[in-house]
């Protein structure tokens, strides 16, 4: 049997090179960022998937996003073993889809944080770690 905590170091362990996305869209005639959705499956045991559900919020306006150039859209992400679901995330979408942050927390200074462990998230499903930092550095969201 396999727990939540193994799959959750094995998420925050990952490279993102170990994650495979596949879109799919839910309505094939339309072509909006609402209709794709998409899956992240882990190259190393593929029972251990992402998916990424249609936009929660399609414009985000939170004080960390404020200063991007485009809007930010909010998506529900969930992380299934198999076919059970282990847990949701929400991560937004900046910039025009540039990266993929998931929504921060505030500690009693106010400083927005994330944990390594959803930093993790957010490089997987942005794709590219230099593009990740650089919008997290943008927004002054801390990870701890």
Known sequence: MV???KIRDAVGKSEIESWEKHPFTMHPVRSDDDSVRA????????????????????DV?????SELPAPSR?????????????????IVSVDERNA???LPERDEDGT??????QATL???VTGDYQDFEIYLDWTDIEIR
Not at 61 to 65: A, I, K, L, R, V
Not at 77 to 84: K, Q
Not at 112 to 117: A, D, E, H, S
């Open 122 to 124: 957010g490089r997987v």
């Open 3 to 5: 727990s939540k905590s």
């Open 100 to 102: 993929a942050i998931p």
């Open 112 to 117: 927005r944080y994330i944990t390594p462990y």
């Open 39 to 58: 899956c992240w499956v882990y190259e190393h045991d593929v029972n251990l998937r992402l998916e990424r559900t249609e936009a929660l919020a399609a």
């Open 74 to 90: 909010s998506y529900e992400y969930y992380l299934f073993y198999g076919t059970s679901p282990v847990e949701s995330h929400v």
């Open 61 to 65: 306006e939170q004080e960390w996003t």
